[in-house]
């Protein structure tokens, strides 16, 4: 599983951000992903890697093949970790807005 930023630091690949959001489309193999992008099927099987490493993916046996998917748990954890910052930066704004107000009154 994925630790504070790690998943948002993988998704600093154009390939692999791309990956994850054809994935967020539904499950594919690693053919299916490869044929939609710019890159060979071992450096589509290495950017899955990474991201599945980082907590991101799931991914499972059919027949020779192996299907990727989003891991619900890991995308949670990634978006718990960037709502820390939102709601530090609304806080923030908030703060700034009625300092704003009282100096206008």
Avoid at 35 to 43: K, M, N, W
Avoid at 58 to 75: A, F, K, N, Q, S
Wanted: proline residues 5%; aromatic residues 6%; charged residues 30%.
């Amino acid at each position: 599983m994925q630790t504070n930023g790690r998943g948002i630091a993988v998704l600093g690949d154009p390939t692999r951000q791309t990956i994850f959001e054809l994935l967020s489309e539904g499950p594919s193999s690693v053919g299916d992903l490869a044929e939609l992008l710019p890159v060979s099927r071992p450096a589509v099987s290495q950017h899955l890697k990474v991201l599945k490493d980082a907590g991101l993916l799931l991914d499972e046996r059919d027949g020779t093949r192996r299907i990727y998917r989003l891991d619900p748990d890991g995308v949670a954890e990634m978006r718990a970790y960037l709502d820390r910052f939102w709601n530090l930066a609304m806080v923030e704004f908030k703060r700034r807005v009625e300092r704003q107000r009282k100096e206008t009154r």
